[in-house]
């Protein structure tokens, strides 16, 4: 199970912190990603990390403003994001890889949650 937790309404230039709980299976071993999907558009990739927390790689649109790590004691991946603008607007998902290395296709995930919406008025 995956499950997304943080979303919100925030004005321009707010922060946010997202949470992704991932029960059963081997979290530790695993890579994990954060992606968006804005209404009418398609999913974007948005942040990996690899299984150990050591490696992340980023979107050029979030570079810089978006942070993804990993907890593997709380099975627990984050993605603070900063800076937000209204074109952040979309609902978030984390998605689980059952491999140890970083993915920016999102046909190399397994399992995603139901996502988390967030908001960003200008």
């Known amino acids: 199970q995956v499950v997304e937790s943080g979303g919100g309404l925030v004005q321009t230039g707010a922060s946010l912190r997202l949470s992704c709980v991932v029960s059963?299976?081997?979290?530790?071993?695993?890579?994990m990603g954060w992606f968006r999907q804005a209404p009418g558009k398609g999913r974007e990739f948005l942040a990996t990390?690899?299984?150990?927390?050591?490696?992340?790689s980023y979107a050029d649109s979030v570079k810089g403003r978006f942070t993804i790590s990993k907890d593997n004691l709380e099975n627990t991946v984050y993605l603070q994001m900063t800076s937000l603008q209204p074109e952040d607007t979309a609902r978030y998902y984390c998605?689980?890889?059952?491999?140890?290395?970083?993915?920016?296709?999102?046909?190399?995930?397994?399992?995603w949650g139901q996502g988390t919406q967030v908001t960003v008025s200008s």
């Open positions: 990390i690899n299984w150990n927390g050591e490696n992340a």
């Open positions: 998605a689980v890889e059952t491999a140890p290395t970083r993915s920016w296709s999102e046909h190399d995930y397994d399992y």
């Open positions: 059963g299976g081997s979290f530790s071993s695993y890579a």
